[in-house]
């Protein structure tokens, strides 16, 4: 006799444990160290951090750890800690003029204030596998520091903006800053919540959207007018004292693309923007980020819309991998219910067919 | 302070509030469902919040429970109208965690039934509230993706392709063919999905004595039907709405008019129906109804 | 029920997170069921002009987030310290511009509250209206989503003026605002959808949508 399958409880706890035995793999390895993996997994910890909207570390490095080296995992794990965090106000925006520069190359100036600064990069590495990083004691290499750091660097954007060859970006003085977090999006969105889905977005999907702008789906012909890696400053002005105070310092990296845009009967002639940011060390995302950017914002210039990275609905609702992971993966849970009514019509749908056919035979 | 229940009976969860949401979410939330509620079917946009289970396994029905739920309610769970399926269990644990409430698997005994995917066979009372999950809460999206142009639609009523639809699939298979998550028009203004219950369903949440709400997490909707509302599905003079039906009747307590599960028993074409509803049928065979796979019906 | 009063400011609930979702609870199956009646669960301290029920419901919904507009007699240094205080929601200076709003006077025009539009009726202004009694009755006569036949109270003391104004804005459903009526303790709901039956009507007569 069929009994039904009961114990739903006990297979969840053991599926628990099977998967805490796997995480942790064999035990006769150490086990890894959340500052290794923030010291030598460090991308993987700046990915998660990016797009899990938290500037945090130990718990990016944590949430690693526990999603086993699955990054979107570790990023949902990161969101689903952070909307319990209680917020007390909003920061100043960060300053990236200001910011303590380790990298910032310009592919639209052969030189310029401040100079290039390649930093650390993977670009001009042959990507030939290192076997001797096989080995774990792998003698570290000291890096020549430059000799002046410090020196200014002003932003591309704002050496082309003296000229009025670039749009000018006013900041929004009255305007509240939307946010994605606490608020669902209405559309058309505004630009500061574009933005702000871009930034969480994931990084393969805004990869191959800023890609495809370059392969014409939506072309718009980027420069990249500044790439800059560093640390700036993060100030609060709490309202009882009304002048800001410096609360810490993250790393953020900052890509202005530089578009072309041919004017139209309202503007004149001159470069546009496209703009990508992240928490750490994100350079492909940024840049990826600011394409899609750019693409996304040609309503706002009357140009045509007629690829998918210019549809701001499509990007704005598909871009998000923690809702996407989730929707695609619920196809596991079950659908038995609705599977039988779709057995039902079929079969009901057959009758149907056969019934007619036999009818047609017999005339 | 009479009348208030004394802080919630069982534990909850160190580090979080009770039923995990902040406060000042759960006002959002509630504040959503109130409207929800005057504008009966209508889909209100929510600031949905990441909830520590994934998305599209429930998180919208999760938030609406959290939003509501207090110390004294009593919980319900069920997940294709079974209270012991793994994601039912997931949720209800999550619940007897965060907020340490008594849960039940009878639909009598509920004051709180989050479900996906099924209304239970038993009728619901007044004071109770039947919370649903819904992964796609606009019942336009597959005759218009774009959440700009569905919107345009409500506002205006402009309901007639979603007949024309039906009506295709009258002209190309002699009958209506969509057989869950059908369409229904809500105190005759809002054309709503009731989330991807069979249609089988769908009568018994026309004039329900209990209160409906409906989350959609990732989609961030809220919507509701309360009690005694109209909810008419969509049909047409020639083709009247009809439920599935089966030949059969359970295999274990020999309901006939449930909707049964369909078992595959062995790889030679063998089948069994049993209820869907687990408490429905459990109660039945308490009561000694026994169908004609029950061992205990030979003896 | 005993009332606590600390300081100036007087207290709000004493236990928030409980308090809250108990007196939500009760609006919700106000809101759902049209003329029934509920008598809320926790008194707080109420700043007057405002009752129990009006604090209660304050207490449970407003926040930083949402703008409160106070009319004439509401809008005293109390209970704007109160709100301040306990709820930190902005004061809205004008009716239209509020989520939420409170009457402690007689019933303003309900133009002047936002309506919400057609593609957005939820972005409508909640209204919450101290009312003289709300007493068992049969003065008042609804129906409407969640009403099973009829739903009766007594006279809430609202004018004809309002009564009229309410039934003009039916017309404009889904557009229009929803109101949560408060008296001592006691609150009842009138959502933007429940029809004011006139007296005389009969059922035979009121046919229900479908």
Not at chain 1, 141 to 161: F, H, I, K, T, Y
Not at chain 1, 209 to 227: C, D, K, M, V, W
Not at chain 2, 62 to 78: E, F, P, R, W
Request: contains cysteine.
């Amino acid at each position: 006799m069929y009994v039904a399958v009961k114990g739903g409880e006990r297979a969840i706890e053991n599926a628990h444990k099977l998967l805490a035995e796997e995480r942790r793999g064999d035990p006769a390895t150490p086990e890894i160290a959340l500052s290794q993996i923030d010291e030598q997994l460090s991308l993987a910890v700046d990915r998660v951090m990016t797009e899990g909207s938290l500037y945090d570390r130990a718990l990016a490095a944590l949430a690693i750890k526990q999603a086993r080296g699955d990054l979107i995992e570790a990023i949902f794990l990161l969101r689903a800690y952070r909307t319990t965090l209680t917020r007390f106000g909003a920061s100043d925006p960060i300053d990236t003029a200001k910011m303590t520069i380790r990298r910032r190359i310009s592919a639209t100036y052969k030189d310029l204030p401040g100079g290039q600064v390649l930093g650390p990069t993977f670009d001009y590495t042959h990507r030939l596998l290192d076997f001797s990083l096989a080995d774990e004691a792998a003698p570290a290499l000291a890096a020549e520091v430059p000799a002046e750091p410090g020196s200014a660097m002003p932003r591309v954007a704002d050496l082309l903006n003296q000229e009025g060859l670039i749009e000018e970006e006013a900041p929004g003085e009255d305007a509240a800053v939307g946010d994605v977090t606490r608020n669902a999006m209405t559309l058309p969105a505004n630009r500061d919540v574009r933005l702000q889905l871009l930034a969480r977005g994931d990084e393969g999907f805004v990869l191959a959207l800023g890609y495809s702008t370059q392969r014409g789906y939506g072309r718009n012909h980027p420069f990249a007018g500044e790439i800059r890696l560093g640390e700036v400053a993060v100030e609060f002005t709490p309202p009882e004292l009304g002048f800001p105070v410096t609360i810490g310092e993250i790393t953020v990296t900052e890509c202005q693309m530089i578009n072309q845009f041919k004017g139209s009967a309202e503007r004149p002639p001159q470069f546009t923007r496209g703009y990508g940011i992240s928490f750490g060390h994100c350079e492909r995302k940024t840049m990826a980020m600011a394409n899609v950017d750019r693409a996304l914002r040609a309503d706002d210039l009357g140009e045509e819309v007629t690829a998918p990275a210019q549809d701001e609905e499509f990007v704005l609702y598909h871009c998000d991998n923690v809702e996407a992971s989730g929707f695609v993966q619920h196809l596991k849970l079950p659908h038995y219910v609705d599977f039988q009514s779709e057995l039902d019509i079929v079969r009901r749908l057959r009758a149907d067919f056969e019934a007619r056919r036999t009818g047609e035979a017999a005339e | 302070m009479s009348g208030v229940a004394s802080a919630a009976g069982g534990k909850t969860l160190a580090g979080y509030n009770f039923a995990y949401l902040d406060e000042q979410t759960k006002r959002m939330i509630r504040s959503a469902i109130l409207t929800a509620v005057a504008i009966p079917g209508h889909q209100i946009p929510f600031g949905s919040r990441e909830m520590p289970l994934p998305y599209g396994w429930g998180t919208g029905g999760i938030q609406v429970t959290a939003s509501i739920i207090g110390a004294d309610d009593t919980l319900k769970v069920i997940d294709q109208g079974a209270d012991d399926t793994t994601n039912a269990v997931s949720i209800r644990r999550f619940f007897s965690k965060t907020a340490g409430v008594r849960t039940t698997e009878s639909t009598r005994e509920a004051t709180i039934i989050q479900t996906r995917h099924r209304i239970p066979e038993a009728p619901l009372a007044e004071g109770q509230i039947l919370v649903y999950q819904v992964p796609i809460p606009e019942p336009l999206r597959w005759l218009e993706p774009r959440e700009v142009e569905t919107r345009k639609m409500h506002a205006l009523s402009e309901y007639g392709p979603m007949h024309v639809q039906l009506y295709e699939q009258i002209a190309t298979f002699g009958r209506i063919a969509a057989t869950y998550d059908y369409p229904v028009m809500v105190h005759g203004r809002y054309l709503m999905r009731p989330s991807p219950i069979p249609k089988f369903d769908n009568p018994k949440m026309d004039r329900n004595p209990a209160l409906q709400l409906f989350g959609a997490g990732r989609e961030k909707r809220i919507y509701a039907v309360p009690p005694y509302t109209s909810v008419k599905s969509l049909d047409f003079d020639d083709h009247p709405f009809s439920v599935e039906s089966w030949e059969h009747c359970c295999g274990l307590c020999g309901a006939g008019a449930s909707y049964l599960d369909e078992i595959v028993i062995d790889d030679k074409g063998g089948r069994m129906f049993v209820c869907s509803d687990t408490d429905f049928c459990t109660q039945r065979q308490a009561q000694g109804f026994r169908g004609p796979l029950n061992s205990e019906a030979a003896e | 029920m005993p009332v606590f009063e600390i300081g100036p400011m007087g207290a709000g609930f004493s236990d928030p997170v409980q308090h809250s979702q108990a007196i939500f609870r009760c609006v919700l199956e106000s809101m759902a069921r049209p003329g029934v009646r509920k008598d809320i669960p926790a008194m707080p301290y109420a700043p007057p002009p405002l009752n129990a029920a009006s604090t209660a419901v304050a207490l449970t919904l407003l926040d930083d987030s949402t703008p409160v507009w106070l009319d004439g007699a509401a809008d005293t240094s109390k209970v704007r310290e109160f709100l301040a205080f306990h709820c930190g929601c902005p004061i809205a200076d004008r009716s239209g511009e509020a989520t939420f709003a409170i009457v402690a006077g007689p019933m303003p025009s309900l133009d002047r509250f936002d309506f919400g539009s057609d593609e957005f009726p939820e972005n409508s202004t909640t209204v919450i209206v101290q009312v003289a009694a709300l007493e068992t009755g049969s003065d008042i006569c609804f129906a409407g989503p969640g009403i099973e036949d009829f739903a009766f109270m007594g006279d809430p003391g609202l004018t004809d003026g309002f009564w009229r104004e309410w039934s003009d804005m039916g017309a404009l459903y889904p557009c229009g605002v929803d109101l949560i009526l408060t008296a001592q303790h006691r609150i009842a709901c009138m959502p933007r959808s429940v029809r004011r039956i006139e007296a005389g009507r009969t059922a035979a007569t009121e046919r229900k949508p479908d």
